[in-house]
T-cell receptor, first 113, second 119 residues
Framework: EAGVVQSPRYKIIEKKQPVAFWCNPI?????LYWYLQNLGQGPELLIR????????DSQLPKDRFSAERLKGVDSTLKIQPAELGDSAVYLC???????????FGPGTRLTVL | AQKITQTQPGMFVQEKEAVTLDCTYD???????LFWYKQPSSGEMIFLIY??????QNATEGRYSLNFQKARKSANLVISASQLGDSAMYFC????????????????FGQGTTLQVKP
């Protein structure tokens, strides 16, 4: 069974440019999460989806960040415009609707110059 | 507020020895779950072990065991017979709420502990 897929693995952009990350969860997993992980710290939740509905986006900086999961499967996280402080790893995870385990993808490491 | 504390930024252990990674948590909820994840240098978070707050026995998964002391609010990870491949960052995390509740899903992570296994 394939795990959570994320692309790209690495992205380098200049500040003020837009950037997008893509995530494909494990087949059958209805719940999808986007986490932000700063260097040397644990991940922090940005947004959680139940199917196509964003049920917890309280930590998402909505002035520059947006996310979508149109068909309830794969998801895209966008930053526009990117700032220097956005340099981090963006992790996607998925779980069964009420499962105990969250399975993580390899993450996208973003560097903003 | 919910909080996870990992007080050991870095740990060393000799190959084949056991090591304990500390984790304390703070929550007012009666129902919660505790997790340990491993993050090697490749970046992926790998699930290791889970303990529910109502589980009476400590969880075990192969060489991993969770020393759950509910009164002390601690959930330490014990790795037995360390291997070189165990060198990684380890995160303790907590999820509040029961399956089916509106709070299910959000994980709160600690700062992590870097473990280095010496040959």
């Amino acid at each position: 069974e394939a795990g959570v897929v994320q692309s790209p693995r690495y992205k380098i952009i200049e500040k003020k440019q837009p950037v997008a990350f893509w995530c494909n969860p494990i087949s059958g997993h209805n719940t999808l999460y986007w986490y932000l992980q700063n260097l040397g710290q644990g991940p922090e939740l940005l947004i959680r989806y139940e199917n196509e509905e964003a049920v917890d986006d309280s930590q998402l900086p909505k002035d520059r960040f947006s996310a979508e999961r149109l068909k309830g499967v794969d998801s895209t996280l966008k930053i526009q415009p990117a700032e220097l402080g956005d340099s981090a790893v963006y992790l996607c995870a998925s779980s069964l609707a009420f499962g105990n385990e969250q399975f993580f993808g390899p993450g996208t490491r973003l560097t903003v110059l | 507020a919910q909080k996870i504390t990992q007080t050991q930024p870095g740990m060393f252990v000799q190959e084949k020895e056991a090591v304990t990674l500390d984790c304390t948590y703070d929550t007012s909820d009666q129902s919660y779950g505790l997790f340990w994840y491993k993050q090697p240098s490749s970046g992926e978070m790998i699930f290791l072990i889970y303990q529910g707050s109502y589980d009476e026995q400590n969880a075990t998964e192969g060489r991993y065991s969770l020393n759950f002391q509910k009164a002390r609010k601690s959930a330490n990870l014990v790795i037995s017979a360390s291997q070189l491949g165990d060198s990684a960052m380890y995160f303790c995390a907590m999820r509040e709420g029961r399956s089916g509740s509106s709070n299910t899903g959000k994980l709160i992570f600690g700062q992590g502990t870097t473990l280095q296994v010496k040959p």
